[in-house]
């Protein structure tokens, strides 16, 4: 395989709520554009492009066919991926695919997603319509208040489920919860392409509703519009196409276990904060990266946290830390942007979620983080050479993960 | 970093019709299980390979991929897997009466449910509590046939 590194990325102006200002093809041009502007690089110099979004969030079908020329992919192989929440990283790690068998030298990954012009939640019963419907026709509340259901938890669904068994399980409490929340608020303040900037302390993360205990609206992520393009090289068109800072991506996973929430039908047989597939595919990114000690390798991480609970679960499932471990390091200080292991330095999917390219803002940030290329002021002071991303999505059970570092792999 | 979003443009509305669609399921498992409910009587379906309990039941065995059909009997008591309290309507606005929602794993299944647990006050609530279903007066073969549960000590 061959040494595939993250060249440029470019992002929409804005992360916001309403983009009424552009429609969905308008919007993914200007992260497109703004690859290009950043790295110099002409449609002339890619060679294939992989794209994609969360299918059917705004209802619109084979975004393939309609967005190619507003992603300057006219005559270019298009290859339209979609698998998710984790379909961002998705996009890219297709991108490296083709990059690292050498069947395409340049390629430009984009993801997007305009969240105020669809219904989400259309989007995602659409995932599991026909069990639910017909566990309904069974008898099934879907408000899980009454008899055998798989509803319940209020609008944070089964994630509620999820914190509860995390914290059960970690020894944290639902104040590290807040305190996560808090602190990856406050990095969003400095981060300019993050939708929630506005300074959280402790406290007001505290005085939002409680919507299924222990999840707070202040755990939860925002509806994001925005759109991401990274754009990937073989090394020898590294050498040939930049002055030699980018991000090389040295190792990358993926696993899926059964679903861990809505089997409606066949009934679930996972607890959803156990989070194998996260395992599993980490451990053979390390693998192909050459890392044997996360703990001490590892130099920031980028997850991917709907719910701020996320992010010390993550951290404990991805083997940055041991199992339990994780909100020992918040209260130590360790996961703040001038700590041990700055963890979503961004503010995270909590503080930004255009869904589509939440999983791709992941690897981009950890990429812009390793180049020192980060606008805004939520630059890691410390040097990166090896950094963690994390893409999450499905019925709670798909998982992706991206190594990216300051030097190719030594094969 | 300034950017100011341009003038807004038309909006269109438009809108899907679902119930166009037609799907194919396996009912089976859940068959079993509703028509047992009936009776007050639980019904899983167990692998002889791996001896996994799922209720419903599947046709096959997703860990192993052999067909399964041995039915067994699962006791209507259960131990709570996870939890949450509901103290907001789906639109975010604070509920008068609080509801704790619990996945329960039955006794003799391996799959969870999640059913709203009465009779306790939700700071006592934990994992791991013990639990049994209270099922309604005149059964009729329905999911609903289990009201809900209460906390037990056994």
């Known amino acids: ?411 | 970093m300034t950017f100011e979003m341009g003038p807004e443009t038309r909006q269109v509305e438009a809108m899907w019709d679902v119930s166009t669609y037609n799907y194919r399921m396996d009912g089976t498992g859940i068959r079993l299980l509703t028509e047992g409910m009936k009776e007050k009587k639980l019904r899983g379906i167990r692998c002889g390979e791996c001896g996994m309990v799922y209720m419903p039941g599947p046709s096959y065995c997703r860990k192993c991929f052999v067909d399964i059909d041995e039915v067994v009997e699962v006791k209507d008591t259960g131990t709570v897997m996870s939890y949450c309290v509901t103290m907001a309507d789906v639109r975010g606005n604070p509920i008068e009466e609080f509801r704790i929602s619990a996945m329960i794993q039955f006794d003799g299944a391996d799959t969870w449910f999640v059913g709203t647990v009465t009779g306790v006050e939700w700071q006592d609530f934990k994992v791991g509590m013990r639990v049994k279903a209270v099922w309604v007066d005149e059964p009729a073969g329905s999911l609903s046939d289990i009201d809900r549960f209460e906390v037990i000590t056994d």
């Not at chain 1, 991480?301 to 992010?311: D, I, K, P, T, V």
């Not at chain 1, 360790?334 to 963890?343: N, R, S, V």
Request: with cysteine.
């Open chain 1, 1 to 411: 395989m061959r040494n595939v590194a993250i060249i440029g990325v470019g992002y929409t102006p804005v992360f916001v709520s309403k983009r009424k200002d552009v429609n969905i093809v308008e919007m993914m041009s200007e992260s497109v554009d703004a690859a290009f502007r950043n790295t110099g690089l002409t449609p002339d110099d890619i060679d294939a492009v992989t794209f994609g979004n969360m299918q059917t969030f705004e209802g619109l079908n084979l975004p393939h066919l309609w967005a190619s020329e507003h992603i300057r992919a006219l005559d270019k192989p298009v290859l339209r991926v979609s698998t998710g929440g984790t379909v961002g990283m998705s996009v890219l790690q297709a991108a490296y695919y083709y990059v690292a068998s050498g069947v395409y030298d340049v390629v430009m990954a984009t993801s997007w997603e305009k969240q105020s012009e669809g219904d989400s939640q259309v989007g995602l019963a659409g995932i599991v319509l026909p069990e639910a419907i017909a566990m309904v026709q069974h008898g099934m509340d879907l408000f899980g208040i009454k008899g055998l259901g798989f509803g319940g938890g209020g609008s944070t669904g089964a994630a509620s489920y999820q914190a509860m068994s995390y914290l059960h399980h970690s020894g944290a409490s639902p104040e590290h919860i807040d305190k996560m929340a808090a602190l990856e608020r406050s990095n969003a303040v400095l981060n300019p392409y993050a939708h929630l900037r506005k300074k959280t302390t402790v406290e007001d993360i505290q005085a939002t509703q409680m919507v299924a205990y222990p999840l707070r609206f202040g755990h939860t992520c925002p509806t994001t519009d925005g759109a991401t393009t990274c754009i990937v090289a073989s090394e020898d068109m590294v050498k040939k196409l930049t002055d030699g800072n980018v991000a090389w991506i040295t190792g990358v996973g993926y696993a899926a276990s059964d679903p861990c929430t809505a089997n409606f039908l066949e009934g679930q047989i996972t607890d959803p904060a156990e989070q194998m597939p996260a395992k599993i595919a980490v451990e053979k990114a390390y693998k192909q990266a050459g890392i044997k000690d996360p703990c001490k390798e590892i130099d920031m991480c980028e997850l991917y946290n709907g719910f701020a609970h996320q992010s010390l679960m993550w951290l404990e499932k991805l083997g940055v830390c041991k199992e339990g471990e994780a909100h020992q390091m918040l209260d130590a200080g360790a996961l703040e942007i001038d700590g041990e292991m700055p963890t979503n330095a961004s503010g995270g999917v909590f503080s930004t979620n255009a869904i589509g390219s939440s999983a791709m803002n992941r690897p981009a940030e950890c990429a812009l983080q390793i180049m020192r290329k980060i606008e805004g002021e939520h630059q890691i002071p410390k040097k990166i050479r090896k950094a963690l991303s994390h893409g999450w999505g499905g019925l709670f059970q798909y998982v992706a993960v991206m190594i990216l570092a300051d030097e190719p792999a030594k094969s």
